[in-house]
């Protein structure tokens, strides 16, 4: 069995995924590396099968019909023969801390192992402007095996992301239904449905994924976020109806987990109130529903009793201050989920 497998989801991805592959082939044999072809129709397969040939005893290559970065995941969990289970994009690198990071999962293991290993992410941008590292330091022990008990209060921009994750395998065999296919932002309910079964974690202060935004196809414009609001508001919903937050019973989890559906409906509200338009708001009225139909308390909790309350005021009103929010006062690119809006906007996933 292999100590790490690393996904890496690819669609038309011939002009920057060796760069990927290239930064986890220091892994060595510790590491098997799955790349996912999701119907590609550039050069993508090719390339793959390539790795595949000179590495046999570490790259894998499925193809795929066009399923979207969700499918993507859902088959290399599938296939998964790691110990642990890791997802890099396509266009993002892992950097030179990667053998320390295994040699930390290593000694994990001789431990008893953990569920979930934490590492910092590093934004890196195309013109230097905003590079910076998210940090869990101040919020999470360094170098030894904690519980939740263990964790202080996460900021805004300290989000637990694919970046920063690594899950055990068999933790994340646990959810109850796969990620959707052909949606956007599905990273943060791959996220969301698998913490609620972590209890033993690891934190290694290293800035160990290399993010890289700023490709000429990606797109920051408002417009983008608007039109992709409803895959926002689905992945919201899919996260909320997970479980019932009352049914976690460790606290500290809980915190964090309120904290991460605080942001996931803030983001959708946001990018959904951007089309300025009754039917949009007609989709945020039914996600509502939705929620209070599973678990009425939290849902009123998240409605009513958080600043949820003033982006969410009906009509025009409501609109405009919404979108003043989002220009001037909105939740900062360096929680992760606004950078995922804005980077996936501009690229063709599912």
């Given amino acids: 069995m292999k100590l790490l497998t690393v996904t890496v989801p690819c669609y038309n991805s011939q002009d920057y995924m060796e760069k990927c592959i290239q930064s986890l082939l220091p892994g060595g044999n510790r590491v098997e590396i799955i790349i996912i072809d999701d119907g590609s129709k ?120 694919i970046h920063s994750s690594t899950f055990r395998t068999e933790v994340m065999r646990k959810w109850k239904q796969p990620l959707p296919k052909h949606v956007f932002y599905e990273d943060n309910l791959m996220i969301y449905q698998t913490i609620p079964y972590v209890r033993k974690m690891y934190y290694l ?84 529903e939705t929620c209070m139909a599973y678990d009425p308390k939290w849902a009123n909790y998240f409605r009513k009793r958080t600043p949820l309350l003033f982006v969410s005021v009906p009509g025009r009103v409501g609109q405009e201050f919404a979108g003043s929010f989002y220009r001037f006062a909105g939740i900062p690119a360096e929680s992760g989920y606004f950078s995922e809006i804005e980077r996936y906007s501009g690229r063709q996933r599912i």
Avoid at 114 to 126: A, E, I, K, L
Avoid at 247 to 263: A, G, N
């Fill in 42 to 161: 550039d050069n993508t397969g090719k390339i793959a099968d390539e790795y595949a040939r000179k590495f046999p005893d570490i790259v894998r290559v499925i193809h795929q019909e066009n399923g979207g970065h969700g499918e993507g995941i859902n088959q290399g969990l599938k296939h998964a023969t790691g110990t642990y289970f890791k997802v890099v994009d396509s266009d993002d690198t892992l950097s030179s801390d990667f053998p320390g990071f295994l040699d930390a999962l290593e000694e994990c293991e001789r431990q008893g192992g953990v569920d979930m290993m934490v590492t910092n992410y590093y934004y890196v941008h195309s013109d230097g402007d905003g590079d910076r590292s998210i940090n869990y330091s101040s919020v999470l022990p360094e170098n030894r095996i904690f519980t939740w008990e263990d964790t202080k209060t996460f900021r805004v921009y300290q989000m637990l992301t």
């Fill in 205 to 288: 202060n290293a800035d160990l994924y290399r993010y890289w935004i700023g490709r000429p196809d990606q797109s920051v414009q408002s417009t983008a976020l608007a039109k992709r609001h409803a895959d926002q508001i689905l992945v919201t919903e899919r996260c909320f109806t997970t479980c019932h937050l009352d049914d976690i019973t460790e606290p500290r989890l809980r915190r964090y987990m309120k904290h991460d559906l605080f942001m996931m409906f803030g983001i959708s509200i946001l990018t959904t109130r951007l089309n300025k338009s009754a039917e949009t708001d007609a989709e945020l009225k039914k996600m509502w």
